[in-house]
């Protein structure tokens, strides 16, 4: 099947909304964030196009440091499934990244998409690490552990914060990333250094967490240091924190091992496995 392939529009958000609203159960946000990846200059969104010029397939590639770029969004109109739309624009996507220095590329899927998978493990993508997403409802969970109260990490703290990190099993687990949204990269220590200069590095007896409040009704955590008998508690006060903000939800992202799924679990979470996937260029 042929097709064109072109930097995606401003006025190609209104063909593709209709037939993404119901790419999962909850719906879909590619509509939503095209506009903002258009207009950003660390962004590459592709579209392709069908013999009247209407846009069938999106798709963006985004730098998240001078080295690592990050490919997200990738959808394909149900009438055009097994085109070679997916696989092409990934191949440009990699390759604008490539000319702009990165030397790895990586892309998230949920364990479930099996077909997602066959198709970037078939253009030299392998999986590198699993990740736990679970979301909490302030004052719904069961209570874990008596609640172990956070407090906000001084610049002074950044050190010895990185340095448990980096020896810890999260970070082996999660191969030093940190989750944002749904995009993960290297973590750095400048990351605590600006968390911790906005008041979003907490820290309690029980471990850390970098905390986002991305929305007025939810908390976003996509980096903790804790091991299996702190985490509970860990949990705990971040639940705590969400009741006294009066935010509806707390989305936390960790990586993926046993003793973390257990303690999402008892507090009240459902945690679903997402896969990274990694390819050098």
Not at 20 to 38: A, M, N, Q
Not at 75 to 99: I, L
Not at 128 to 137: D, H, P, R, Y
């Amino acid at each position: 099947m042929s097709f064109e392939m072109r930097p995606a529009r401003h006025e190609d958000v209104a063909g593709i909304a209709p037939w993404t609203v119901d790419t999962f159960e909850w719906g879909d946000y590619v509509s939503e964030r095209l506009p903002s990846w258009i207009d950003d200059p660390d962004s590459h969104p592709l579209v392709c196009v069908d013999d009247a010029g209407r846009p069938v397939a999106v798709a963006n590639t985004a730098m998240l440091s001078p080295t690592e770029a990050w490919l997200e969004g990738a959808r394909v109109h149900p009438g055009f499934k097994r085109s070679g739309m997916g696989s092409a624009m990934n191949r440009a996507g990699t390759e604008w990244a490539r000319r702009r220095g990165a030397r790895v590329a990586r892309l998230a899927t949920e364990i479930t998409n099996i077909a997602s998978q066959r198709q970037v493990e078939a253009i030299g993508y392998r999986h590198t690490s699993s990740w736990a997403q679970a979301t909490l409802v302030p004052g719904e969970r069961p209570a874990v552990v008596p609640g172990r109260g956070l407090s906000q990490a001084n610049l002074t703290d950044v050190d010895a914060c990185w340095l448990s990190w980096s020896t810890s099993e999260l970070a082996r687990a999660g191969r030093e990333m940190r989750a944002i949204g749904w995009r993960w990269r290297k973590a750095r220590p400048e990351d605590l250094v600006g968390a911790a200069s906005r008041g979003e590095l907490l820290q309690s007896p029980t471990g850390w967490a970098l905390v986002e409040h991305p929305e007025p009704d939810w908390l976003r955590i996509g980096w903790v240091i804790s091991d299996p008998d702190g985490l509970p508690g860990l949990i705990e006060g971040l639940a705590d924190l969400g009741s006294s903000m009066g935010v509806d939800e707390i989305g936390l992202t960790v990586p993926w091992l046993p003793w973390v799924v257990e303690t999402l679990t008892r507090a009240g979470g459902t945690p679903r496995e997402i896969l990274v996937y990694t390819m050098g260029l």
